[in-house]
């Protein structure tokens, strides 16, 4: 059974970092690009960043380039999104999931809330 456990949300000023973490289970996770989506309120959800199998290839949208780094531990089967200069339009709840263009299990899990706020 395919699962996402997401960790790391938080209440955070303008201008400020957290680091958020996903531990995948229940498909091959060495072997799986995996990525980072979230959520705001009223708006659909987007694809932040992806990171391949190896971790070498990454992509970013436009609007956190520069800004977010997504990293991987495959002995950890944890996906990482390291977030930057944080404003409030980063502000939404954020999945994971496996796959490079868009999500490739119809799962997910419970997201963890980013709130950016002064």
Same mark, same amino acid.
């Given at each position: 059974q +395919?699962?996402f456990?997401?960790?790391? @949300?938080? &209440?955070?000023h303008? /201008?400020? *970092?957290? #680091?958020?973490s996903? !531990?995948? =289970?229940?498909?091959?996770?060495?072997?799986?690009?995996?990525?980072?989506?979230?959520?705001?309120?009223?708006?659909e959800?987007?694809? +932040?960043?992806?990171?391949?199998?190896? @971790?070498? &290839?990454r992509?970013? /949208?436009? *609007?956190? #380039?520069?800004?977010? !780094?997504? =990293?991987?531990?495959?002995?950890?089967?944890?996906?990482?999104l390291?977030?930057?200069?944080l404003?409030s339009?980063?502000?939404?709840?954020?999945y994971?999931?496996?796959?490079?263009?868009?999500?490739v299990f119809?799962?997910?899990?419970?997201?963890t809330?980013?709130?950016v =706020?002064?």
């Amino acid at each position: 059974q +395919v699962q996402f456990v997401e960790s790391g @949300g938080d &209440l955070v000023h303008p /201008g400020g *970092s957290l #680091k958020l973490s996903c !531990a995948a =289970s229940g498909f091959t996770f060495r072997v799986t690009a995996m990525g980072w989506y979230r959520q705001a309120p009223g708006k659909e959800r987007e694809l +932040v960043a992806v990171i391949d199998a190896t @971790g070498y &290839l990454r992509n970013y /949208g436009d *609007s956190v #380039k520069g800004r977010f !780094a997504i =990293s991987r531990s495959s002995v950890k089967e944890t996906v990482y999104l390291e977030m930057n200069s944080l404003n409030s339009e980063d502000t939404a709840v954020y999945y994971c999931n496996a796959g490079w263009a868009r999500p490739v299990f119809n799962s997910w899990g419970q997201g963890t809330q980013v709130t950016v =706020s002064s």
